[in-house]
T-cell receptor
Framework: ETGVTQTPRHLVMGMTNKKSLKCEQH?????MYWYKQSAKKPLELMFV???????ENNSVPSRFSPECPNSSHLFLHLHTLQPEDSALYLC???????????????FGPGTRLTVL | DQQVKQNSPSLSVQEGRISILNCDYT??????FLWYKKYPAEGPTFLIS?????DKNEDGRFTVFLNKSAKHLSLHIVPSQPGDSAVYFC????????????FGKGTSLLVTP
């Protein structure tokens, strides 16, 4: 248990569906992240929130829409996805300080997404 | 363009021997490096890190070595145990450019009894 939980663990959706991924951290951290891991590719950073403010958006298509209502919760809203969006979506959190020394990120177990 | 590279997708080592996992990076601005370990159906878990002001950091059976001139780091596991079998990810960051961790593709380690 890393203190970061993600639901659902598995999701199958059609291209016209709308769904949301949820992440919750119980570590008192201030920064939260969404990563995408596709087969045979490195983890790709999608979004970063620090103190509920989005600080990075890594050129992610608008069909992915993040929401961070507070420092403990992070959502990823999905709509009109494509089959190539099928991947493992990982949430992480960290203390939030800019210095890399404090940038140890704690990951959730991920949501395995399949888009049909 | 991938800035962190793990050129060995897999490694097999006998129990009790040393496992050496390698990582190369291209961005000379990276100043903090981390290793993560991932079991199937779980998220990556932090293993060990090193700042660019050091060339070695040790934690129990795990040691990370950093060679800045070669832009290379390695993770040594001694002695290797079957429970170490997992995918190991190298990650790097630049403390002056935000929170992003740049990950390699990972190396799958198998420790055989």
């Amino acid at each position: 248990e890393t203190g970061v939980t993600q639901t659902p663990r598995h999701l199958v959706m059609g291209m016209t569906n709308k769904k949301s991924l949820k992440c919750e951290q119980h570590l008192g951290h201030n920064a939260m992240y969404w990563y995408k891991q596709s087969a045979k590719k490195p983890l790709e950073l999608m979004f970063v929130y620090n103190f509920k403010e989005q600080t990075e958006n890594n050129s992610v298509p608008s069909r992915f829409s993040p929401e961070c209502p507070n420092s403990s919760h992070l959502f990823l809203h999905l709509h009109t996805l494509q089959p190539e969006d099928s991947a493992l979506y990982l949430c992480a959190s960290s203390q939030g300080a800019r210095q890399a020394l404090y940038n140890e990120q704690f990951f959730g177990p991920g949501t395995r997404l399949t888009v049909l | 363009d991938q800035q962190v590279k793990q050129n060995s997708p897999s490694l097999s080592v006998q129990e009790g021997r040393i496992s050496i996992l390698n990582c190369d990076y291209t961005n000379s601005m990276f100043d903090y490096f981390l290793w993560y370990k991932k079991y199937p159906a779980e998220g990556p878990t932090f293993l060990i890190s090193i700042s660019s002001i050091k060339d070695k950091n040790e934690d129990g059976r795990f040691t990370v070595f950093l060679n800045k001139s070669a832009k290379h780091l390695s993770l040594h596991i001694v002695p290797s145990q079957p429970g170490d079998s997992a995918v190991y990810f190298c990650a790097a960051s630049n403390s002056n450019s935000g929170y992003a961790l740049n990950f390699g593709k990972g190396t799958s380690l198998l420790v055989t009894p």
